[in-house]
């Protein structure tokens, strides 16, 4: 992925430090902290709530 999009490279980021600041802190929180924290929701709701997880594993079709 880092190969399609390759923004430390872009003139945008070269140019504004200050962008660049902010777009690294926003995606090492999306990456470090929200995305794991989505997972583990998630993972506790197909613990608690059964019902999600037999819909998902059901032959319906």
Do not use: H, T
């Not at 777009?23 to 059964?50: N, S």
């Amino acid at each position: 992925m880092k190969e399609i999009v390759n923004l430390n490279n872009s003139s945008v980021f070269k140019n504004n430090e200050e962008f660049a600041k902010k777009f690294i802190l926003g995606r090492d929180f999306l990456v470090d902290k929200f995305i794991p924290f989505m997972v583990f929701i998630y993972q506790l709701l197909l613990i608690w709530m059964p019902v999600i997880f037999n819909n998902m594993i059901s032959d319906k079709e």
